[in-house]
């Protein structure tokens, strides 16, 4: 089993910056695919931003690029999602993800955290 534990959710004005955190514990690997998700109020859960430690890529959706960032604290198993110039419309509660092999498929999700950006 693996638990993950998001963090750092809040809220914050448009314009604005937060940074979450997700603690990974339990049977885990640093092979692992881990990722975020959000998902907004009526709306179906959609991918955020992902890392990848087998060829160290980050992947990031079009929405969020060049103001979110993923990174990864391996020694801490700990992963990370700053989010920069925040927008309303990223109102959402935020999943940490785990995968073994792809992240489009997660092996384990965390319980969530809201952000709400106000304008």
């Known amino acids: 089993q693996v638990q993950l534990v998001e963090s750092g959710g809040g809220l914050v004005q448009a314009g604005g910056s937060l940074r979450l955190s997700c603690a990974r514990s339990?049977?885990?690997?640093?092979?692992?695919?881990m990722g975020w998700f959000r998902q907004a109020p009526g709306k179906e859960r959609e991918f955020v931003a992902a890392?990848?430690?087998?060829?160290?890529?980050?992947y990031l959706a079009d929405s969020v690029k060049g103001r979110f960032t993923i990174s990864r604290d391996d020694a801490r198993n700990i992963l990370y999602l700053q989010m920069n110039t925040l927008k309303p419309e990223d109102t959402a509660v935020y999943y940490c993800a785990a995968a073994r092999l792809d992240i489009a498929t997660p092996d384990y999700w965390g319980q969530g955290t809201q952000v709400t950006v106000s304008s």
């Open positions: 890392s990848s430690r087998a060829d160290s890529s980050t």
């Open positions: 339990g049977r885990t690997s640093n092979s692992y695919v």
